[in-house]
């Protein structure tokens, strides 16, 4: 059972020369001047501990929250009280942006691990994108980064069965510590098998089944947690439309 506590906040020194998500950051591109008048709206980074709540549906919109360090994940509840996951955060992603279109968010998320962010005044920010076109683009680059993601998403369930849904899920995974400088054949999931299950649509059953599956093919490794891709291209292969990750 998750945790109801909310997250408690605890300033931090920010060091944005040592951070490594850079290459995600709002201020990619921005001329010194501009820095720092995004510096301005006050960031400051905040731990949030294993299992508590970042925020919770229905919440009002007041920050977006760049992720630094650790891992999230976003659900919804049905009116019988069952989960959906809808996501997995890590480093460089944006948490925050479904509460933009009518400033009440539409889910909870969850830290996975303990984890830290960097919180923005989304109000404040949106008045300093409108002076900044640079930081528009920034902005605007962020949704569409999330558009793809749903759209990829949806793909997922509407096309593949559920060996292909595993597979991609894992590629998915893969590529995205990859482009943060982790290994892409090496890690550790953050998430319990129930939570991808609930993410992939498919029962725990059949998730342990395609572990199983992956395993006998000598496509993967799997200890517990621990995964390790022992054929890049043969896993690639099982996913339709495998192009996407090569």
Do not use: W
């Given at each position: 059972m998750l945790e109801t506590r909310s997250y408690q906040a605890h300033s931090l020194?920010?060091?944005?020369?040592?951070c490594n998500i850079?290459?995600?950051?709002?201020?990619?591109?921005?001329?010194?001047?501009?820095?720092?008048?995004?510096?301005?709206?006050?960031?400051?980074?905040?731990?949030?501990?294993?299992?508590?709540?970042?925020?919770?549906?229905c919440d009002p919109l007041r920050f977006l929250y760049e992720v630094r360090i650790g891992f999230f994940k976003t659900n919804v509840l049905s009116f019988d009280g069952?989960?959906?996951?809808?996501?997995?955060?890590?480093?460089?992603?944006?948490?925050?942006?479904?509460a933009v279109n009518n400033n009440l968010h539409t889910c909870n998320t969850f830290a996975l691990e303990d984890s830290e962010v960097c919180p923005i005044h989304f109000a404040h920010l949106e008045k300093l994108a409108?002076?900044?076109?640079?930081?528009?683009?920034?902005?605007?680059?962020?949704?569409?980064?999330?558009?793809?993601?749903?759209?990829?998403?949806?793909m997922l369930l509407g096309n593949m069965n559920s060996?292909?849904?595993?597979?991609?899920?894992?590629?998915?995974?893969?590529?995205?510590?990859?482009m943060r400088g982790y290994s892409s054949q090496e890690f550790v999931l953050k998430m319990r098998r129930e939570d991808i299950a609930s993410y992939l649509g498919l029962r725990l059953e059949t998730i342990c089944r395609?572990?199983?599956?992956?395993r006998e093919q000598t496509l993967v490794e799997v200890s517990g947690r621990e995964i390790k891709i022992l054929d890049m291209d043969g896993l690639k292969h099982l996913v339709a439309g495998c192009h996407r990750f090569s």
């Amino acid at each position: 059972m998750l945790e109801t506590r909310s997250y408690q906040a605890h300033s931090l020194n920010l060091a944005c020369p040592n951070c490594n998500i850079l290459e995600f950051c709002l201020a990619l591109g921005l001329t010194d001047e501009e820095v720092a008048q995004l510096d301005s709206l006050n960031m400051q980074r905040v731990k949030v501990k294993k299992d508590a709540a970042l925020y919770r549906a229905c919440d009002p919109l007041r920050f977006l929250y760049e992720v630094r360090i650790g891992f999230f994940k976003t659900n919804v509840l049905s009116f019988d009280g069952r989960e959906q996951v809808t996501g997995f955060q890590m480093s460089g992603d944006l948490l925050g942006l479904d509460a933009v279109n009518n400033n009440l968010h539409t889910c909870n998320t969850f830290a996975l691990e303990d984890s830290e962010v960097c919180p923005i005044h989304f109000a404040h920010l949106e008045k300093l994108a409108q002076k900044l076109p640079s930081l528009q683009h920034n902005l605007s680059k962020i949704f569409s980064r999330e558009i793809v993601r749903d759209h990829d998403m949806l793909m997922l369930l509407g096309n593949m069965n559920s060996n292909e849904r595993l597979a991609v899920f894992l590629l998915n995974l893969s590529q995205r510590l990859n482009m943060r400088g982790y290994s892409s054949q090496e890690f550790v999931l953050k998430m319990r098998r129930e939570d991808i299950a609930s993410y992939l649509g498919l029962r725990l059953e059949t998730i342990c089944r395609g572990i199983a599956h992956l395993r006998e093919q000598t496509l993967v490794e799997v200890s517990g947690r621990e995964i390790k891709i022992l054929d890049m291209d043969g896993l690639k292969h099982l996913v339709a439309g495998c192009h996407r990750f090569s």
